[in-house]
């Protein structure tokens, strides 16, 4: 490393031998006459490495090293005193004033150039690590710029109408700048809340990176409609195409649909989702039954759910393995057991704050060593309502709908693979007068072909619901129906068109099965809507939604007309 260095003295023997000493070395020298000079060319030329003498005129070497170290400097520049006065009064004088080493005049060459040689290893040593501060700085700068742009991207990501659902409180802590745990809910085109909350091996950045696939996913198949059986699936899927064999996703997925009074869960490696009575009395839990998604390929990968209808109010409470193993100063963890009697002693809608506020306390202030979230979901009871017609008023539409029909016809490996609703809203979504009224259209066609799917071609008996436990019986039963069907088809027909001044979409519906005796319901549909209670769910519903809803043939056919 080729130096820049001072030499301050007023005698020019002196100046000479420390010039020569540092030339052969080859280096270079730059050389002041006095102590004002000395700090004037220190500023003017930042030299590396500095020789001084005490005895000078206009400003001692002394006042002229304190001078130079009041300066302000990004760097360590060496200080030798190059002084005939040897006490040791004087040597300690000379270090307190700033200097770093002390040479006793007359020295010789060969100790002159081992001390340069010297500072040189340590300057270069200096040089390198200031080199790896600036390359650390310039990271750092780097990083808190791509914080700052990943922390927008993911809160605007998981920043979405869902979790605002008055139905929804959820919390997520962070161990570090970014959370591996993903909390997410939306409402699908049945009304039916679906939420998830997803916990990426690790935290931090790589695990957010790792999670938050997941939330396109998840809300683009969660407003089709689709199951939370096929949503499973297809993150299973995603995640297994692209991750690497050491990283995975623990997931639990729930749909509560309040109109059927049922929650559906899948939960694939995080702790027991519980369901907790108004009381706090955890009345049903769900344990996991699956591996993490992104473990199983997709041909070995289970989607099966579990679904219950509950009977009364209360709260869904799902969380992540972070709360439960939060440790305490003497590394006790927080334990289910724990969180179990943290929500039961709190009352409803205060029970998420009551468990943030608990493993606060619990931590008392350490680091987290995982993510902690947790999702509380209100469910209710909703009581009868008269069914009403919910048609949007005449004259809404100014010109005439184009005429559009769609046949479609589904066989028994269709009906036992596909989810045929959301394949078909999502279609029908595209034509551009129906787009607003999906909503509506999924419960008019998943009413009109979950009854052509049970009663037609499967043949289940609705009465079996009614039984104690019966609800439980009669889906286990569907699904082993299902797998078995061999033979059976469901016929569908749309017709978009405008009869008069408002666009109708007529919808017929045609099972293989046996069909059932219609004139009883159909006195019950002809019959005043206005004097009917409704039960929220059933053909009542998709009655107040049409115009029109006939039963005809032996029973395994239907129409509807649907008013825009």
Known sequence: MRLKILVADDALTNVKLLEMAAHKLGHEVVIAHDGIEAVEKYQATEPDLIFIDIMMPRLDGIEAVRQIRSLPSQRWVPIIFHSALDSTE???????????????????????QAKIRSYSRVLSIQSEVRGYMQELSSWREEAEVQNKL??????????????????VQWMNIPAETFSGDLVCAARGPGDVLY????????????????ALPLTQVFYGMAAKG????????????????????????AACLAAVDTRNQTIEIWNGGIPDALYLEDDGT????????????????????????????????????????????????DGQQLSLHGLEAILGSAPKRQRLDALEQAVIRHIAGQQEHDDLSSIVIQVPIERRQEIRLTHSPAGLTETQVSEWRLDLSWGASELREMDVVPAVLSFMNQIRVLKSHQGQLFLILSELFNNALDHGVLGLDSGLKNMEGGFERYLDERQLKLDSLTDGRINMSFHLHQPDERPALDIRMEDSGKGFDHSALDSLLNE???????????????????AELNYFGRGNAVSARYLM
């Open 90 to 112: 004087d040597i300690v004088h000379g270090l307190e004033a700033g200097g770093d080493d002390y040479l006793v005049k007359p020295a010789s060459i060969q100790l002159i």
């Open 226 to 249: 689709f199951p939370i059986s096929t949503i499973a699936e297809e993150l299973n899927r995603k995640l297994k195409s692209f991750l690497p064999i050491e990283r995975f996703v």
């Open 282 to 329: 955890v009345s049903m839990r769900w344990p996991s039954r699956h591996p993490p998604l992104g473990i199983m390929p997709p041909d070995l990968f289970s989607n099966a759910t579990e679904t219950v209808n509950y009977l009364h109010p209360g709260e869904l409470v799902l969380f992540s393995d972070g709360i439960i193993e939060a440790e305490n100063t």
């Open 528 to 546: 005043d809507l206005e004097q009917q209670q409704a039960h929220g769910r059933g053909i009542l519903l998709v009655r107040s939604l049409c």
């Open 150 to 167: 990943g922390q927008h991207v993911v809160s605007r990501l998981l920043d979405t109408k869902g979790l605002s659902d008055p139905m």
């Open 195 to 210: 939420v998830m909350l997803a916990d990426a091996a690790g935290h931090g950045l790589v695990s957010a990176l790792t």
